[in-house]
């Protein structure tokens, strides 16, 4: 049981991963190539990975998803939940007086493993 479990987490990073590509790929395209302004081009490369994310978790890492889009609700407020945390590690290293990659750094961590805990438990249970 727990190898299987850690595999799905392994899987879950590594979604975690391409999906930072996509997120960097769609921003720096839209701001750089496009001339959109940063921020929206950020909204919109956030919306577009969330997708790819939920796309990639709901068919790979958790594979209990046949064409069924009613748990992106869930997911995406567990992704938000992830923004939350990771926007807190970064405020909490500069109250610290620490640099911020110190926050963000920790936040990878926190996220990653909160994240999968709430997408396991809350997002994709199985009934």
């Not at 577009?48 to 997911?75: E, H, I, Q």
């Not at 992830?82 to 405020?91: D, F, R």
Request: with cysteine; glycine share 6%.
């Amino acid at each position: 049981m727990m190898q299987k479990e850690f595999g799905r987490f392994v899987r879950f990073c590594l979604v975690g991963v391409a999906n930072t590509g996509v997120h960097m790929l769609i921003v720096v395209s839209l701001a750089e190539l496009l001339h959109w302004p940063p921020d929206w081009a950020n909204v919109t490369a956030f919306v577009c990975a969330n997708l790819f994310s939920y796309a990639v978790n709901s068919r790979w890492t958790f594979a209990v998803m046949k064409g069924d889009a009613s748990r992106y609700p869930r997911f995406l407020a567990v992704s938000l939940v992830g923004l939350c945390l990771s926007w807190a590690c970064v405020k909490l290293a500069i109250h610290l007086n620490l640099h911020y990659l110190i926050g963000v750094a920790g936040s990878v961590v926190l996220v990653a493993v909160s994240g999968y805990v709430l997408n396991r438990l809350f997002v994709f249970r199985h009934p």
